[in-house]
Every structure is written in C-alpha cells, then in structure tokens.
C-alpha cells in the first residue's frame, strides 16, 4: 500500500515538472496532488477508516459523495437492525440494509453488519408478550440465521450480540437474558457461524474502552468462550466519548489484552461529544482523543480499525439523546473539516 502512495506523490512532483515545462495543464497535475484519503493512509497500516450511516441521510448530495470516497468501511447505524429486518414475526424486509450494502458495494467499501441480539430497538411483536424459553429460542435462531444468511458474503463482521452487560460486569437483564440464560450468548455465535462460516463473529458494548469492571466481564467471558470453542472473532469497543468523563487511558493495554486472547479489536462507534457550545480549547482536546484513540489501535496488532458513528455533526445521534451536548464528530455540521480530522491524518502518518 506504500507503494501507492508514493507513486502517487511522484506521479504530483512528475505532474508539477511537467507542468512548469509547459507539457502538462495546471488542472491535471493538481488531480494527481489529491491527497490521499483517511482510508488510503489507514490501509497502509493494514487498517480501515470507516464511518456509520443511515438511509435517511443518503438522499444528501455532499454527504454521500464524501462517505463514498474518505472511507473504505461502513456501518449501518439503523438498517440492521431487529425492528428494520423482522417488524413482524417470520416476515423479514432487508431493503434499508441492501441499499447500504449495495451502496458500498459501488464504493468498494466493507459493512459491519449491525447488530443482531440487542435489548433495544425490538419489534413490538417480540417485546409485547411473554415468551418461554424454547419459543425464544425458535425466534431468536431464526432471526439471526436468517439475516446472517442473507448478508453473506457481504458483510466482512457482525456485531452478533450488543451491549450485554451492566457497568458493574453483571449480566444485563435483558429479554433474552432472563428467559434464556447467559447460555443465549454462545448460542448466538454457534446459529451466526452455522449461517456463515467465514464473517467475524463480534461482541460490542460502549464503555469497554478503559479496563474496568465492564470490560473485565467481557474478558472473562471471552476466555471462557475460547475456551469452549465458541466461534467469537472479536470484541467491538464502541467508544461512545465525552469531555467531560476523561480520556480511557488504558485503552492501548485493553485492546491488547483482548487481543492476547487471539481476538480482533475494533472501534466501532467512535465519538468525542461536548458540553455545547463547542470552544476553541474543547475541540482541541477532541482532535488530541481523535489521534490518541486512532494511534492506540495502530499500535495494537488486532486492533483492525476504526468507525466513527457517522462523520459528521450534522448527523449524529448526540444531540438527539444528551441535550446540551454534541459537536462529536471530525467534520460539523457543515461538512467541513474540524480539527479532529486533521489529527486523525496526522495520527495516520499523513505527511
Ligand atoms: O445511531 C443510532 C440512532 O440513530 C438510534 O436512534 C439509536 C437508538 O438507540 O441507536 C443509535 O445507535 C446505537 C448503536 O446501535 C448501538 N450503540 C449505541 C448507539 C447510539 O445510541
């Protein structure tokens, strides 16, 4: 991948020689100066530099075009999901996800696929009764079987099961928790592999970030599952940020750990909100978590790249949910750059 870069690089000093000979036109030589992108500068490192996105927002121009050639990975941030693909029991509807896929697809981008067992964002047929435990079961082995078989082959990982765990490291007290056990876990990665044999198996959670009780729990729970020859590729630290809480400094170590136990890392939901307004020094310190969260998992070996949940101010999920606070992606609200984004290239190697 080096080698492109530099190619490209003599390809701009060939063009400006050529041009001050008079041989080549001004426009051409300053085509082949483009810089390169966070993906091209993330794929030297054997890494991705992707962004979530959701299907309402590709009817915007600028922002479309700009997901299309900074990234080389996406996320659905809603498409995937359980109330999106099954709004009635057995009938399943993959419209919103494909128009993702195949619009990465025409970019030559990679999907995350997200999520398949999750508390939140259930059709009301499933969170409005009671189930026992085979039924349960039934459904939530057809649910994921269904729609790991349909993306196959076109999403790289899957966040199989999200967010199932407290902050203290107990279990989350979820539907399928309480009527199926923490067995629901293991099952849910055995049912994806069945349905796929070759996509990353994920577990994804926020707040995992830093060593702690939370990420402990995921670690304990990782080892005991490698241990059963349970198919779990990785562990997806979303990292869902804020000023005001502090850096996770043991993030570095953490993936580490992690990665010990021979599982990928990624970040998969990065940003980095702030109490409004947005001030010099804030966005500051926000560039510096940019490039001290993207230089942690270049320095991790699995660690196989980063995601922000979305890229730009103008369609983040932070103001919707934490009134009072945003300004948490590298470009704002009018797509320009902020300097989040020029320490992430900086991070990146850009020189
Ligand atoms: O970005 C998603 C937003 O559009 C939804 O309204 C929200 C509902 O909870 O979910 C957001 O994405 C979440 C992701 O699926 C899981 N981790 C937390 C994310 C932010 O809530």
Request: glycine share 8%; with cysteine.
């Amino acid at each position: 991948m080096r080698t492109t870069t530099i190619r490209l690089r003599l390809c701009g000093a060939l063009a400006t020689v050529l041009v001050a000979a008079g041989i080549a036109s001004g426009p051409a030589a300053q085509a082949d100066e483009r810089p390169p992108t966070l993906a091209e500068l993330a794929q030297e490192h054997g890494r991705y530099y992707g962004s979530a996105t959701d299907n309402p927002e590709l009817t915007d121009g600028p922002y479309k075009a700009l997901l299309g050639s900074e990234f080389d990975q996406i996320t659905p941030g809603n498409g995937m999901k359980w109330y999106a693909t099954e709004p009635q029991q057995g009938v399943f509807d993959f419209a919103k996800g494909d128009e993702i896929v195949n619009l990465a697809r025409a970019n030559h981008q990679k999907v995350r696929g997200h999520t398949l067992v999750w508390h939140s964002q259930l059709p009301g047929w499933l969170t409005g009764r009671e189930w026992t435990a085979p039924e349960l079961r039934a459904v939530l082995k057809k649910h994921i079987q269904t729609e790991v078989r349909h993306y196959r082959g076109k999403v790289f990982a899957w966040d199989v099961v999200n967010e199932a765990f407290n902050e203290d490291g107990t279990y989350r007290e979820t539907v399928f928790y309480k009527t199926l056990g923490p067995g629901y876990i293991a099952d849910s990665l055995r049912w994806a592999r069945q349905a796929d044999p070759r996509v990353r198996l994920y577990l994804n959670d926020y707040n995992i970030e830093a060593v702690g009780p939370k990420s402990d729990a995921y670690h304990r729970l990782a080892k005991k599952l490698k241990a059963r020859g349970v198919p779990l590729d990785g562990i997806g630290m979303q990292a869902h940020l804020a000023l005001q809480y502090g850096y996770p400094t043991s993030l570095e170590d953490n993936l580490r750990r992690f990665s010990r136990l021979g599982l990928d890392t990624a970040l998969t939901e990065v940003d980095v909100r702030m109490l409004l307004p947005a001030d010099d020094a804030k966005l500051a310190t926000q560039a510096q978590w940019y490039r001290d969260l993207t230089e942690a998992c270049l320095a991790v070996r699995r660690c196989v790249g980063v995601t922000l949940w979305d890229y730009t101010d103008k369609y983040s999920w932070i103001p919707a949910f934490f009134p009072g606070e945003g300004a948490a992606l590298p470009w704002d609200e009018e797509l320009r750059p902020k300097p989040a984004y020029f320490a992430i290239r900086e991070a990146l190697g850009d020189e």
